[in-house]
C-alpha cells in the first residue's frame, strides 16, 4: 500500500465513518448545533435529511460521542425493524433485562417504566436510529406512539432520524401527517463546496500523519469538486484511488490524468465539463488577434 510511500500513518480516506478525521464544516457544524440544541428543549422528534454519502453516519456517531453526560442514548444503526423487533431492541438499547422473552404489552409496560425510572433520575432518553428511511410503515407508528409519553415538562422519550431524502417522501403522505407533525427540528445536509473540498482533502492527510508537499492541488480539488458534486464519500474512493495510482507509478505528485483514471473506474462520478466561459474567451481573444493581422496586413 502507499502509505509509507507517502509518509502516512494510516489510510486517509477510508470509507468507515471515523471521527477522529472529523472536520467541522458548516453543514455539519450546523447539524450539530441544531441537533444539541434540540434535544436541550426536550422536543419529541429531531430529523436530519442527507443524500447518501453526505455524512450521516458520520455526524451520528459524532453526536454519540458529544451528547451532553445526563442523556441515556439508544443507538440502532440498522432499523429495518417489525414494531415488535424495533421495541425489543430499544429495550435492550435500555437495558431491560429479558427483553427477548417478554410479551409485546409486558415489554411494552417494561420500556414506560424504564423511562419514568430515568427522569426521576434525571436522566433524558434519546433514540438514535441511523438510515431512518428503511424503517417499515408500522414502525414509524410505533415510535410517534412511544413518544407519547410525557411529563407535563417534557417528553419522556426524543428520537433522531437519520435519514435519505426517501423518508420526507413518505412522510408527505397523509397517513403520516401527526408523525409529520411532532418533527419540531429538522435539518437538510447539503455537499460540499469547491473550497471545503480542498480543506476536507487537506484535513484528513494531515490527520493521517502527511506532511509534505501539498499532494492535491487546488485545480485538481476543484475538479475533485465538480466530478463528486462535492459528495465525501465519493471524494474519499477518488483521492484513495488517485493516491494508490500515483504510488504505482513510482510518483510524488498527483495530476489530473491519475483524476481522469479514477473517475472512469468510480460509479455516480463524471468527468468535469469544460468550463464554456473559457472556452468564449479564447474564441473572441483568437478572432481579435486575427481581425488585428488582417487589418494591419491589409494597411501593409
Same mark, same amino acid.
Given at each position: 500500500?502507499?502509505?509509507?510511500?507517502?509518509?502516512?500513518?494510516?489510510?486517509?480516506?477510508?470509507?468507515?465513518? *471515523?471521527?477522529?478525521?472529523?472536520?467541522?464544516?458548516?453543514?455539519?457544524?450546523?447539524?450539530?448545533?441544531?441537533?444539541?440544541?434540540?434535544?436541550?428543549?426536550?422536543?419529541?422528534?429531531?430529523?436530519?435529511?442527507?443524500?447518501?454519502?453526505?455524512?450521516?453516519?458520520?455526524?451520528?456517531?459524532?453526536?454519540? *460521542?458529544?451528547?451532553?453526560?445526563?442523556?441515556?442514548?439508544?443507538?440502532?444503526?440498522?432499523? &429495518?425493524?417489525?414494531?415488535?423487533?424495533?421495541?425489543?431492541?430499544?429495550?435492550?438499547?435500555?437495558?431491560?433485562?429479558?427483553?427477548?422473552?417478554?410479551?409485546?404489552?409486558?415489554?411494552?409496560?417494561?420500556?414506560?417504566?424504564?423511562?419514568?425510572?430515568?427522569?426521576?433520575?434525571?436522566?433524558?432518553?434519546?433514540?438514535?436510529?441511523?438510515?431512518?428511511?428503511?424503517?417499515?410503515?408500522?414502525?414509524?407508528?410505533?415510535?410517534?406512539?412511544?413518544?407519547?409519553?410525557?411529563?407535563?415538562?417534557?417528553?419522556?422519550?426524543?428520537?433522531?432520524?437519520?435519514?435519505?431524502?426517501?423518508?420526507?417522501?413518505?412522510?408527505?403522505?397523509?397517513?403520516?401527517?401527526?408523525?409529520?407533525?411532532?418533527?419540531?427540528?429538522?435539518?437538510?445536509?447539503?455537499?460540499?463546496?469547491?473550497?471545503?473540498?480542498?480543506?476536507?482533502?487537506?484535513?484528513?492527510?494531515?490527520?493521517?500523519?502527511?506532511?509534505?508537499?501539498?499532494?492535491?492541488?487546488?485545480?485538481?480539488?476543484?475538479?475533485?469538486?465538480?466530478?463528486?458534486?462535492?459528495?465525501?464519500?465519493?471524494?474519499?474512493?477518488?483521492?484513495?484511488?488517485?493516491?494508490?495510482?500515483? &504510488?504505482?507509478?513510482?510518483?510524488?505528485?498527483?495530476?489530473?490524468?491519475?483524476?481522469?483514471?479514477?473517475?472512469?473506474?468510480?460509479?455516480?462520478?463524471?468527468?468535469?465539463?469544460?468550463?464554456?466561459?473559457?472556452?468564449?474567451?479564447?474564441?473572441?481573444?483568437?478572432?481579435?488577434?486575427?481581425?488585428? &493581422?488582417?487589418?494591419?496586413?491589409?494597411?501593409?
Amino acid at each position: 500500500m502507499y502509505l509509507y510511500h507517502f509518509g502516512l500513518r494510516e489510510l486517509p480516506f477510508t470509507l468507515t465513518p *471515523n471521527t477522529h478525521f472529523f472536520l467541522g464544516l458548516e453543514p455539519h457544524n450546523e447539524a450539530l448545533a441544531v441537533l444539541i440544541t434540540a434535544l436541550q428543549t426536550g422536543e419529541g422528534f429531531i430529523k436530519v435529511i442527507g443524500e447518501v454519502g453526505t455524512g450521516k453516519t458520520l455526524l451520528c456517531r459524532k453526536l454519540l *460521542n458529544e451528547i451532553p453526560k445526563h442523556f441515556v442514548t439508544a443507538y440502532i444503526p440498522n432499523p &429495518y425493524l417489525k414494531p415488535d423487533e424495533l421495541r425489543r431492541a430499544v429495550a435492550l438499547e435500555l437495558g431491560v433485562r429479558q427483553a427477548q422473552r417478554m410479551s409485546v404489552q409486558l415489554l411494552t409496560q417494561r420500556i414506560q417504566q424504564k423511562l419514568i425510572d430515568l427522569h426521576k433520575e434525571g436522566r433524558s432518553v434519546v433514540l438514535i436510529l441511523d438510515e431512518a428511511q428503511a424503517l417499515p410503515e408500522e414502525s414509524l407508528e410505533a415510535l410517534r406512539l412511544f413518544t407519547n409519553l410525557e411529563t407535563e415538562t417534557r417528553k419522556l422519550l426524543q428520537v433522531v432520524l437519520f435519514a435519505q431524502p426517501e423518508l420526507d417522501e413518505r412522510l408527505s403522505q397523509t397517513n403520516f401527517r401527526q408523525l409529520r407533525q411532532r418533527i419540531t427540528f429538522s435539518y437538510k445536509l447539503r455537499a460540499m463546496t469547491s473550497i471545503e473540498v480542498e480543506r476536507y482533502i487537506e484535513h484528513r492527510l494531515q490527520i493521517a500523519g502527511y506532511k509534505g508537499a501539498a499532494l492535491f492541488n487546488s485545480r485538481l480539488c476543484k475538479k475533485i469538486s465538480k466530478a463528486t458534486q462535492g459528495i465525501p464519500r465519493l471524494v474519499n474512493i477518488l483521492c484513495h484511488k488517485m493516491l494508490m495510482l500515483t &504510488y504505482g507509478q513510482g510518483h510524488f505528485q498527483i495530476n489530473t490524468s491519475h483524476l481522469k483514471a479514477a473517475i472512469k473506474d468510480t460509479e455516480d462520478t463524471q468527468l468535469p465539463l469544460i468550463d464554456l466561459r473559457w472556452v468564449f474567451t479564447g474564441i473572441i481573444l483568437i478572432t481579435l488577434f486575427i481581425g488585428a &493581422y488582417l487589418y494591419w496586413d491589409f494597411r501593409g
